[in-house]
């Protein structure tokens, strides 16, 4: 496990998401690898957060709106699973932060949120990930002047885009795991 936390009393602060890379030499990639990189909070359950696995031992990357604990699994169960727990995560998200962005901007969201699902269901996996990256494309426009998007240290402020635009990111890398043969 990789603890990065700084203390409450640091300055540290940004606005969006930052990507963190966890490298071992331990590990070897191979095609439609289960490893995945999870993040906890302060002891809290670890939850997936993987937006990319790299060649090089392994190098497993995600999006995040936080500091965190981080390390490094194998996942194996099926990808189904892990892509409804993401869009669930996604949209509970989204629902808890829509009082923080004026109206209209939430409910474009929760449209594209929604037909992202639907093509999902309908087995429609690319235009699922087109709909996701939308999704995300749409929120990073509104960041900043309609979506909270700053991080500070002592946790006296929500990412609310930091924390849509990385669910967003690793729902679509497991739909792209998913679409190309993962199980």
């Known amino acids: 496990m990789t603890p990065v936390d700084p203390s409450a009393a640091s300055a540290l602060s940004f606005s969006g998401v930052y990507r963190f890379f966890l490298h071992t030499h331990n590990l070897t990639l191979v095609t439609n690898s289960p490893l995945r990189l999870y993040k906890s909070h302060a002891g809290g359950p670890f939850q997936d957060i993987t937006g990319s696995l ?5 190098r497993a990357g995600g999006p995040t ?6 390390l490094i699994v194998a996942d194996v169960r099926p990808t ?10 996604l949209q509970s998200a989204l629902s808890a932060n829509v009082s923080s962005m004026p109206a209209a901007v939430a409910s474009d969201l929760q449209q594209r949120l929604s037909n992202a699902r639907s093509f999902y269901a309908a087995g429609s996996l690319t235009s699922a990930i087109n709909a996701v990256a939308g999704f995300s494309d749409q929120v990073k426009q509104q960041s900043g002047a309609n979506i909270p998007d700053v991080w500070r240290a002592n ?5 609310v885009a930091g924390l849509l635009r990385a669910g967003a990111d690793t729902l679509k890398f497991s739909l792209t795991a998913k679409s190309n043969g993962a199980r």
């Open 65 to 70: 709106q936080d500091m965190s604990e981080f």
């Open 54 to 58: 790299e060649m090089g031992s392994v």
């Open 80 to 89: 189904d699973t892990v892509i409804a727990s993401k869009f669930d995560a």
């Open 155 to 159: 946790g006296s402020l929500v990412n």
